[in-house]
Antibody, heavy 122, light 106 residues
Framework: EVQLVESGGGLVRPGGSLRLSCAASGFSFSDHYMDWVRQVPGKGLEWLGRSRDKAHHYSTEYAASVQGRFTISRDASKDSLYLQMNILTTEDTAVYHC?????????????WGQGTLVTVSS | IQLTQSPSSLSASVGDRVTITCRAGQDISSFLAWYQQRPGNAPKVLIYAASTLQSGVPSRFSGSGSGTDFTLTISSLQPEDFATYHCQQFKSYPVTFGQGTKVEIK
C-alpha cells in the first residue's frame, strides 16, 4: 500500500526556517517524481516544486513564489522527501502536502499525504 | 499557465447532473487532471490525461476536452460527491491548479 506521511510542521516566527519531511512507503521511491503542494485553509492548491526521479538525478523545479527560499531534497536510503523552507512569512501559513507523480506518461499526482500544518506568526 | 474554473461554487441535489469547466490560458493538449477534495482530507485524483478515469473511481465521473477547454461531469450526484473539485495542468512548469469548485447540497 502506498503511503506518504508528512511531518515537521508547527509554529515558526516570521523570518524563520523549517524543514518538512515526507516518509514514503509501498512503492519504489527512487523511480518516482515527487511534488510538494500547499493549501492555505479555505483556499486553493498551490504547487511548490518537484523532485525528479533517480534517472533524472533527482533534479528539481520550483514555483516562482518559493524559488530561492525553499529547497527540495531526498534521502533515498530513507525513502524520504524534504522541503527546507527559509525566510518564512505569514503568507507561507498553509497545510503542506507531498504527493507522488504518476509514472505512466501523465504527470498528475496519484497519491497524496494528509499534510502537515505550518503556521508562521509572531 | 492560468487555469480558470467555473463556477466557483454550485448547489445541487442528489441525482443531479453536474458539470464543471476548466479553461486554460493556452493550449495544454490533454495534460490535465481533476481532483476531488473532501473537507479535512487530501485531494484525490479522479481523472487524468483529461479523460482517463482513475482506477477505483465511480463511472459517474467523466472528463472531456483538450487544448484549452475541459469539463468534469458527474452524471448523477451522490451524497459522497459533495466536495471541492480542482483541475491541474502539467503541460509546462510551473504546474498550476484552478481555483477550485465547491459542490454543495441544495
Amino acid at each position: 500500500e502506498v503511503q506518504l506521511v508528512e511531518s515537521g510542521g508547527g509554529l515558526v516566527r516570521p523570518g524563520g526556517s523549517l524543514r518538512l519531511s515526507c516518509a514514503a512507503s509501498g512503492f519504489s521511491f527512487s523511480d518516482h517524481y515527487m511534488d510538494w503542494v500547499r493549501q492555505v485553509p479555505g483556499k486553493g492548491l498551490e504547487w511548490l516544486g518537484r523532485s525528479r526521479d533517480k534517472a533524472h538525478h533527482y533534479s528539481t523545479e520550483y514555483a516562482a513564489s518559493v524559488q530561492g527560499r525553499f529547497t527540495i531534497s531526498r534521502d533515498a536510503s530513507k525513502d524520504s522527501l524534504y522541503l527546507q523552507m527559509n525566510i518564512l512569512t505569514t503568507e507561507d501559513t498553509a497545510v503542506y502536502h507531498c504527493a507522488r507523480v504518476r509514472t505512466s506518461g501523465s504527470y498528475d499526482l496519484d497519491f497524496w499525504g494528509q499534510g502537515t500544518l505550518v503556521t508562521v506568526s509572531s | 499557465i492560468q487555469l480558470t474554473q467555473s463556477p466557483s461554487s454550485l448547489s445541487a441535489s442528489v441525482g443531479d447532473r453536474v458539470t464543471i469547466t476548466c479553461r486554460a490560458g493556452q493550449d495544454i493538449s490533454s495534460f490535465l487532471a481533476w481532483y476531488q477534495q473532501r473537507p479535512g482530507n487530501a485531494p484525490k485524483v479522479l481523472i487524468y490525461a483529461a479523460s482517463t478515469l482513475q482506477s477505483g473511481v465511480p463511472s459517474r465521473f467523466s472528463g472531456s476536452g483538450s487544448g484549452t477547454d475541459f469539463t468534469l461531469t458527474i452524471s448523477s450526484l451522490q451524497p459522497e460527491d459533495f466536495a471541492t473539485y480542482h483541475c491541474q495542468q502539467f503541460k509546462s512548469y510551473p504546474v498550476t491548479f484552478g481555483q477550485g469548485t465547491k459542490v454543495e447540497i441544495k
